[in-house]
């Protein structure tokens, strides 16, 4: 028998995104006189089943998919959020400080005549 899976398969070929899918058929045996035992149902992304002697709905253990960054791509958002601070700091510098607004145009002035000739 095999069981039920919604995800099959989660590749990235830059290896920027890990994935764990876990997929395990649960031991649960429904109590044949109350017609509700052990329906499912989908609640928020997952799966829930109904324990008619708990009376409540619980959820449904297997096919769980967990998604994470990989080291390449972690340490690419880190950069970003550093150089993002990084700009953030320098702005307020050069607000405050009129000969930093003018050295950081000519900087940009320079640069852009720099790459036209290349």
Not at 11 to 33: A, G
Not at 43 to 58: F, I, Q, T
Not at 81 to 98: D, F, G, I, R
Request: charged share 25%; net charge negative.
């Amino acid at each position: 028998m095999m069981a039920n899976k919604f995800v099959e398969n989660i590749q990235c070929n830059d290896m920027s995104v890990y994935s764990t899918i876990t997929d395990h058929t649960p031991y649960y045996t429904p109590d044949d006189y109350n017609f509700q035992d052990g329906v499912v149902r989908t609640r928020g992304g997952g799966l829930e089943y109904y324990d008619a002697k708990l009376y409540s709905w619980l959820p449904l253990p297997g096919s769980e998919v967990a998604l994470e960054l990989g080291p390449m791509a972690r340490t690419v958002l880190d950069w970003a959020y550093a150089k993002m601070e990084e700009e953030q700091q320098l702005e307020q510098l050069v607000q405050q400080y009129p000969t930093l607004k003018a050295a950081k145009e000519n900087y940009e002035i320079v640069k852009a005549l720099v790459r036209n000739e290349g």
